[in-house]
């Protein structure tokens, strides 16, 4: 079994570490390799990522994945799940992994400037209910088809550099209601006001 350390960097990769001056600074590090409490409650919230495959002759594809927060399940230590929706229909990504099941799974939330990569083996399962049952929300309208499967074999954390926030609907909305009840508040006062200001004096 390779080393997390060998699944990031190959042979090529080090050497180029090493002409640019940032090899030293990689060599004993410790990688992650499962899914720990914090990762877990990241992905929680999470609701969009990509996924990157390759076809057996090297041809690399990213597909942008969707669904509701939390749909990149944790069914295992190390082992990471999602339902598969109706698409587009091209299959790019199912081909792949027929030949070549390496993967990358490359995470960025806007919100919290955070960018988490993901490298392991991915497969595809088809008519399990069991396993589709732990991964669909009854309430997403998409229609799921079938199961992606990710062995995760390392994670890293990059830095928030170049990350501009940005917010979903749903991430905006409590500061948005806040700001809402607040503005109602401050017009009902106003309205009292003037009601006073325009009453008889005796």
């Known amino acids: 079994m390779e080393k997390p350390e060998d699944v990031l960097f190959s042979a090529s990769v080090k050497a180029e570490q090493a002409r640019l001056g940032s090899r030293q600074s990689f060599e004993g590090r410790e990688w992650a390799t499962f899914i720990t409490e914090d990762m877990a409650k990241f992905l929680d919230a999470i609701d969009t990522f990509f996924l990157a495959t390759a076809s057996a002759d090297g041809r690399p594809y990213i597909q942008h994945r969707g669904g509701p927060p939390g749909f990149l399940k944790p069914i295992g230590p190390t082992t990471l799940a999602f339902a598969d929706f109706a698409g587009n229909r091209q299959y790019i990504t199912l081909g792949h992994l027929k030949e070549n099941d390496c993967a990358h799974i490359f995470i960025l939330h806007f919100a919290t400037q955070q960018r988490v990569k993901m490298w392991g083996r991915a497969r ?79």
């Open 124 to 202: 595809v399962i088809e008519n399990d209910a069991a396993l589709m049952e732990r991964l669909v929300d009854p309430a997403y309208k998409a229609r799921p088809q079938r199961a992606v499967v990710f062995e995760l074999e390392a994670w890293d954390v990059n830095c928030r550099q170049h990350i501009v926030p940005r917010y979903s609907e749903a991430e905006i909305a409590p500061a948005v209601n806040t700001l809402t009840a607040r503005i109602k508040e401050l017009e009902e006062e106003v309205a009292r006001l003037k009601g006073a200001d325009s009453s008889p004096s005796v």
